[in-house]
């Protein structure tokens, strides 16, 4: 009798797919590309970033809010993204599309340089367009902004070179 009851417990099989891991393959994307997939309902940004890309990463560090993701560490930078790139291998960003102000989706502005709305030595990165928040090429956001928060990097491992599993990590 208890059984049924218990049962009810579990998770449906929508909940259960809502959450399920996702598996990329990331063969295809090209330096300086943008793939996203769906994850737990949130658009999940892997990008392949450029050795230019990468290479100023660490001049935008005097300009941004937390540059070593240590405000609210567990909840938004797994262990193995606490760098300055924010990610397992420094080519590969994985993050969660969505702006930590108020749910937006920010805009690709991955070409440096002035640009409207943009500073004039913008090195690349994302504008949220609803309250102008931005975040550099490892979704990390400048001082001064609405959002409060680096961009989240969910949990992910890469099952071979070429293929990423995001929604579990080693630790799960």
């Not at 909840?75 to 760098?83: D, G, K, Q």
């Not at 990610?87 to 930590?100: L, R, Y």
């Not at 500073?119 to 609803?130: E, I, M, R, S, V």
Request: proline letters at 12%; glycine letters at 6%.
């Amino acid at each position: 009798m208890a059984v049924p009851f218990v049962s009810s417990f579990q998770p449906s099989e929508r909940a259960k797919a809502a959450g399920a891991s996702v598996e990329v393959d990331i063969s295809a994307l090209k330096p300086g590309e943008k793939l996203v997939v769906e994850w737990r309902g949130n658009p999940v940004w892997i990008i392949r970033r450029t050795p230019e890309q990468l290479a100023a990463l660490p001049k935008t560090d005097p300009l941004l809010a937390d540059p070593q993701s240590l405000r609210k560490p567990d909840e938004m930078t797994p262990v193995y993204a606490r760098n300055g790139h924010r990610s397992i291998k420094p080519e590969i960003m994985v993050a969660v599309g969505i702006c930590t102000h108020l749910g937006c989706s920010p805009s690709d502005r991955f070409t440096p340089g002035a640009q409207p709305s943009l500073p004039d030595n913008w090195a690349g990165g994302f504008l949220c367009p609803c309250h102008g928040s931005t975040f550099d090429l490892a979704g990390r956001v400048f001082k001064n902004k609405p959002a409060p928060d680096n961009l989240a990097v969910p949990p992910h491992m890469y099952l071979s070179e070429n293929r990423l599993l995001i929604g579990e990590d080693k630790k799960a």
